[in-house]
């Protein structure tokens, strides 16, 4: 598509992609959390997180990580602003199934980190945010503001995981996420997606007064059933958002499609390797 034919369907200034956010969350949910489980295992596995662990999970989304951290005996709090996110995870998290009993050692808070905070409890020993950064113009900012407010809810030498995209050459969604780019490039939109670079995680570490202390790589590779599935998955990322508004949902999926091509393989599923890297800080 050329940036003229881009232009034709400009909306109104300030105007948003009109979403079905709780469709989107089940798209999350069902298709897409699960592809960042290696990274989850791998940082788990490196930490020891067991029943010694209270862990402050930011953007906890629909609530797999968690999940994943409470099956290991840890003591987990999720935090997240999307109610439809929320929902799910309580859903996964909180069931209300006849003969369940209720999970002391799990809660679930809508709004920002502060408001997990508990008079008299002691302080968190692992804050993790695992939405990676690295592919949104600006996501580093936001991600600052929730580890001022964290922090001091963890332990002195608590550990704080960061997670973000690897170097583009190594992930195979980016030559999808460059569609983000093309799209949105018209409004010129602060959240269109960029590459990754190589201190992003080190960059939002250091602003935010944390200390690193290790690091890691991990492959996780992008595996779905069909395209349309791909598509769905990609789009609940909300990396796509600027470029639907720049354009429409009915554009976006076509340019996705063709860009997934590449990747479908003769069985109809689409598989990108991928490497996503983790950055280990302590709070002082």
């Known amino acids: 598509m050329t940036p003229t034919l881009v232009r034709q ?26 592809m960042l489980v290696p990274l989850y295992e791998a940082v788990y ?3 020891e997180v067991g029943p010694a ?19 290991r005996g840890a003591s987990v709090t ?11 995870a309580r859903e996964r998290l909180l069931p209300e199934a006849p003969g369940t009993r209720a999970r002391p050692d799990i809660r679930l808070v809508d709004g920002s980190p502060r408001d997990t905070a508990v008079p008299g409890a002691p302080g968190y020993t692992l804050v993790t945010a695992f ?28 550990a704080v995981v960061l997670a973000g995209w690897g170097p583009p050459e190594r992930c195979a969604t980016a030559s999808v996420m460059r569609v983000a780019t093309k799209l949105a490039e018209p409004l010129r939109h602060s959240g269109s997606w960029r590459p990754a670079c190589r201190d992003d995680l080190e960059d939002v570490a250091q602003r935010a007064g944390l200390k690193p202390d290790g690091s890691g790589r991990v492959a996780c590779p992008f595996g779905y059933a069909d395209v349309d599935s791909a598509v ?11 470029a639907m508004t720049a354009t429409d949902q009915v554009q976006v999926d076509k ?5 997934l091509h590449p990747h479908q393989r003769q069985d109809g599923t689409v598989w990108m390797p991928n490497v996503f890297r983790y950055l280990i800080a302590r709070t002082p």
Not at 131 to 158: K, N, T
Not at 255 to 259: I, P
């Open 9 to 34: 369907h400009l909306p109104h200034a300030g105007a948003k992609p009109r979403v079905d956010l709780r469709a989107r969350a089940r798209d999350w949910s069902e298709i897409q959390e699960r």
């Open 131 to 158: 939405e990676p950064i690295g592919c949104l113009a600006g996501d580093s900012e936001g991600l600052g503001g929730l580890l001022a407010e964290a922090a001091p809810l963890a332990r002195r030498g608590a």
């Open 53 to 71: 662990t209270r862990l402050l999970g930011l953007g906890c989304g629909s609530g797999l990580s968690l999940l994943m951290a409470a099956a």
């Open 232 to 242: 769905r998955g990609l789009k609940s990322t909300g990396l796509f958002d600027a």
């Open 45 to 47: 596995e490196r930490l």
């Open 78 to 88: 999720g935090v997240d602003v999307s109610p439809e996110r929320m929902t799910l």
């Open 255 to 259: 340019e996705l499609t063709e860009a």
